[in-house]
């Protein structure tokens, strides 16, 4: 696993900013939408990305080296909540889509009205457990991003990954240790997630998200 330090080398994408300190991606809508910071030059409008509200961008400041993420790229997004890290992934696949899966109706509400500013997000109020039924409405991603917090959450990336993800695509997972047993302990915990995702993708990175968040391991995988 690799320590602290900045991923702006290894992290080349025109939309993202990732300086010493903070991170920016170019707004594809301008405005906040979690009460992030905004800047602007002649480029157009650059919002903060939140380290401590969202795992992804947790993991860039932690060195994640793969970033799959394009211009035009198609992610399913599972556990999408209010749209957080929804909000960054659409302003860095401005020509994509990102079908971003929530449980709750209550929350997903404020991911729908985020939907209804930026074209590129499909929001679809279901269970992960259950991508049946919103296959038909999902085009086949290059990326599966999944942030749950379930106690079954290999199980449910899998069935998805399975379904919705293209062979060679990416897998990002944010596991939580405590969802899945409070009791155990995480680095056990951890060893048996890495040997469930075997089989099914070779695991490229394993990042610890502290100090941003705590008790998670960040998997990037590819898809076999
Ligand atoms: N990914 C979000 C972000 O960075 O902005 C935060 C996600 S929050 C930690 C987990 C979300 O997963 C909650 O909103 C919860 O309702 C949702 N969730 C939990 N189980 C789910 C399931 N089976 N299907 C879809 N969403 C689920």
Same mark, same amino acid.
């Given at each position: 696993m690799k320590g602290d330090r900045m991923g702006a080398e290894k992290v080349d994408n025109p939309l993202l900013i990732v300086e010493k300190k903070a991170t920016f991606t170019k707004a594809l809508v301008k405005g906040p939408v979690y009460g992030e910071k905004t800047f602007t030059r002649k480029d157009g409008q650059? *919002?903060?990305?939140? #380290? @401590? *509200?969202s795992k992804?961008?947790?993991? !860039? *400041? @932690?060195? $994640?080296r793969q970033f799959p =993420?394009? &211009?035009?790229?198609?992610?399913?997004y599972l556990g999408a909540a209010s749209g957080t890290t929804v909000s960054h992934v659409s302003d860095l696949c401005p020509e994509g889509m990102i =079908?971003?899966?929530? =449980?709750? #109706?209550?929350?997903? +509400?404020?991911? $729908?009205?985020l939907a209804k500013k930026r074209g590129n997000i499909a929001p679809i109020i279901a269970d992960a457990n259950q991508p !049946?039924?919103?296959?038909? /409405? %999902?085009?086949?991603a290059e990326i599966l991003y999944q942030? %749950?917090?379930? /106690? &079954?959450?290999?199980? !449910?990336?899998?069935?998805n990954a399975q379904m919705l993800l293209k062979q060679g695509g990416t897998a990002f997972l944010c596991c939580k240790a405590r969802s899945i047993d409070v009791a155990r &302990?995480?680095?056990?915990i951890f060893a048996q997630v890495r040997g469930e995702l075997k089989g099914m993708f070779q695991i490229l990175e394993e990042l610890d998200l502290r100090p941003f968040t705590m008790d998670h391991r =960040?998997? %990037? $995988? +590819? @898809?076999?």
């Open positions: 650059w *919002r903060e990305w939140v #380290p @401590k *509200r992804l961008c947790a993991a !860039i *400041r @932690k060195g $994640m =993420f394009d &211009n035009d790229s198609t992610v399913l =079908f971003a899966v929530e =449980f709750s #109706p209550d929350t997903g +509400r404020q991911l $729908m009205l !049946i039924t919103y296959a038909p /409405r %999902v085009w086949p942030d %749950v917090a379930q /106690r &079954n959450q290999v199980d !449910i990336l899998k069935r &302990n995480p680095a056990d =960040f998997y %990037v $995988m +590819r @898809k076999l």
